[in-house]
């Protein structure tokens, strides 16, 4: 219910609202002091409240309990508030402030004494088509203002079209249906309210864009030609399936006097096919206004109730030839003369037939009337000025251009962007070409420039926690990595890549380095007492165990644990070696293939070398390498053969890093 129907609320309920509401006579959030309820609807209840900081009256809207106590909804019923508030244009109601004050959540908004398109349709009945399409102008300017802010309306009927006293024509409520969304409980009263609006997609998939509220129009236009709505029935399903399975009638099937002009609008707008329709709202109001244009003036309209609020009645002067000449409703129009006219009688016939001045200077009055109408409804019309391209200009050279054009300037937050250079232009709303009142406000989005992220220090903690902390960071995590580390704790975070301290993008991928502790090392092949000693040296407590086996005396052929395994420092490690024999000449030989005339080379010492140097060094004397890490050194730790051992070409020398 929007804030301009507490005096028809009032006058229906026939008693006082406000004596057993709790928030009358309670200052807000230390800010609103709630004077009165206005009135009372299915999510909301709109009270008239005064702003003590800029004394002001507001029409407070405040959430139903239930709602509020949504955390999803509170979310977003925030988040659509602040997009609203953005929204500058004169046929919106104007969303000052948005808060919550313990388990009270509000809007502020404009306040606008008057009534609703839906009291009109009560009071009148149907509209002739051509002031149907000047209130529809209106209302599709403002949905257009929405439509390229990116806001979608999702609840448009005639209860949330608002009518000044003098005249104007504001739409109230944007935003509020997304955040309903948010909540999980049911809102069958809600659905009722809406229905006869919604469209097929809406019904659905619970889906909603700009056409969507481009339908809803085409069902308002509808209702206001024909006094009805397209589709009736007894459940609110029953109007759901027909919406998703009908085609919307057209107006002149119900009210023949409706033109084919406005038959075709509506067609267009109540497409069932989403693409089949305008648009935008933008789109529609072109339409609209051509329709507008080529539509015959008419004074006859077929309701006969009270006229729209800031209105006067169109006044209709005898034309000298016996045609009538009509007044558009749009113009301002002189007070209606009242003509009283009467027989007359024989003798009361004037004597003379030839020229007669009365019937001439009522012609003459006429089109005196008529021309000072349009030159005070010309002089009348709004001065219009097209909104200049400002993206990319700084913030004075911005002000200057608006000023320049007689706007006004209105800075919203700024947003980061990677393009666009900090400080410069990023959008306007309305956008570029788009035409303005003189007078009008341009709200203008500043560039943060492109968005960077410190790195956070995750060093130290687990895995887990650091995943965390880097999402917090509105970064995202990439690999995680294990790496052998005897000085950071086992399963904690060594390092991170990119480090930390760095300027990344949002939402870049951080690599997580986490320590595996202890790593086993692989020892196999080594000599026994290089192997015991390596290992005593790490912190192990090594046993040895020697078995017969085929493989070179004295090295390891097994170890436990595992090489590579992850294990804690000082655990017990059983490596396995060949049997030393005492004649490891005739092991080396064999003793039926030993030859006289076989060559041997002496293998050189290559410990302490690079691995990069060692390697080349022994494959140019014929010796094959195999290199095994045993940390993440370059040096070679270890050998096998010993240094100045003798061995034929071809033989295969083990290096240990």
Known sequence: MGPCQWQNARKLSGVDTTTADPLVGRLLDGRYRIESRIARGGMATVYLALDIRLDRTVALKVMHRSLAEDPAFVRRFIGEAKSVASLSHPNVVHVFDQGTDNDVVYLSMEY????????????????????????????????????????????????????TDDGRVKVVDFGLARAIEATNQTRTGVMIGTIGYMAPEQVTTGAADVRSDVYAAGIMLFELVTGQQPYDGETPMSVAYRHVHDTVPTPSSVAPEVPPLVDTLVAHATA??????????????????????????????????????G????????????????????????????????????????????FRPNGFLVALAAVMVVAVGLTGWYF????????????????????????????????????HDEKVAEGLVLSSDPAADAELEKGSTVTLVLSLGPERIVVPDVSGRSSNEARAAIAKAGLTVGAVKRLPNQQVERDKVIRTSP???????????????????????????????????????????????????????????????????????????????????????????????ARDDQQFSVVPGVIGKNINDAKPELEALGFKVRVNRLSNGGVVQFQRPLPNSERPPGSVVFLWQ
């Open 380 to 415: 009348a019309q709004p001065e219009l000025v097209t909104v200049p391209d400002l993206i990319g200009k700084n913030v004075a050279e911005a002000e200057k251009t608006i000023a320049g054009r007689g706007l006004l300037m209105r800075q919203a937050d700024g947003k």
């Open 311 to 354: 209105t006067n009645p169109t006044t209709v002067y005898a034309h000298p030839a016996g045609g009538p000449v009509s007044g558009a409703r749009s113009m301002p129009q002189p007070a209606p003369a009242h003509t009283m006219i009467q027989p007359r009688t024989p003798a009361e016939e004037p004597r003379r037939r030839g």
């Open 112 to 163: 606008v004494p008057g009534r609703t398109l839906r009291d009109i349709l009560r009071d009148r009945g149907r509209l002739p088509a051509r002031e149907a399409l000047e209130l529809m102008i209106p209302v599709l300017a403002a949905l257009g203002a929405a439509h390229r802010a990116g806001l979608v309306h999702r609840d448009v009927k005639p209860e949330n079209v608002l009518m």
């Open 499 to 593: 480090q930390v301290g760095e300027k990344v993008r949002k939402s870049a991928k951080i690599n997580i380095f986490v320590s595996a502790g202890l790593v086993m090392p692989d020892v196999g092949g080594m000599p026994k007492d290089e192997a015991a000693g390596f290992l005593g040296g790490q912190g192990f407590q090594v046993q040895v165990n020697e078995v017969d086996d085929d493989a070179e005396p004295c090295t390891v052929i097994a170890q436990s644990p595992k090489a590579k395994s992850e294990v804690d420092k000082g655990v017990p490690v059983m490596i396995t070696v060949a049997r030393c024999q005492t004649d490891w000449w005739q092991w080396f030989r064999g003793d039926n293939e």
């Open 272 to 309: 069932r096919e989403p693409q089949d329709r305008p648009a935008d709202a933008t789109a529609m109001l072109v339409a609209a206004v051509d329709a507008h244009r080529m539509l015959p003036r008419t004074t006859t309209p077929p309701g006969t109730g009270p006229m729209l609020p």
